[in-house]
């Protein structure tokens, strides 16, 4: 019973909730910024580039296509077909910039909070003052 007990304790505890939480939410904020990234970003970034391009469309066939498979990324990649999907990679790294972006400015925005948030520090006592005083007369 002892083990029951401490595992209660250790999944009841703040930081635990916490981190669920946080894997929650990040799953989520991963799924926003996944659509943010293919919907609007990545049309915006073909567009600029002269075309309607679809980056996960952009592929080097590296092996032997078998007949009658047509030549699209889902299709080569069902048949087994290697492929260099460098313009999947493209997308992925975008997004990961993005999110990473992101996640920087509120953490910036959240330490802001804290800072603002702070009780600041109760003014130092008289007689420590004096002993300063006393202390900085003797050093000079």
């Known amino acids: 019973m002892s083990v029951l007990k401490e595992f209660r304790e ?9 981190l669920a939480v946080g894997v929650i939410i990040g799953g989520a904020f ?5 659509s943010l990234v293919n919907d609007i970003v990545m049309p ?15 592929f080097v066939i590296l092996g032997r296509i078998p007949e009658g498979v047509p030549r699209t990324f ?3 990649k069902k048949a ?10 493209i997308t992925i790294s975008i997004n990961f910039i993005l999110l990473a ?3 920087f400015q509120m953490v910036k925005v959240v ?13 130092t006592p008289e007689d420590v003052m004096l002993l300063r005083e006393i202390r ?5």
């Open 80 to 89: 087994g077909v290697p492929i260099f999907a460098y313009g999947n990679f």
């Open 74 to 76: 889902d299709a080569l």
């Open 44 to 58: 915006v970034i073909s567009t600029l580039l002269g075309g309607h391009i679809d980056f996960t469309n952009l």
């Open 111 to 123: 330490n802001k909070i804290r800072l603002m948030d702070t009780p600041p520090a109760p003014p």
């Open 10 to 18: 250790f999944a009841v505890r703040g930081n635990v909730i916490d």
């Open 101 to 103: 972006f992101v996640i």
């Open 136 to 140: 900085d007369s003797l050093k000079k």
């Open 30 to 34: 991963g799924k926003i910024v996944d």
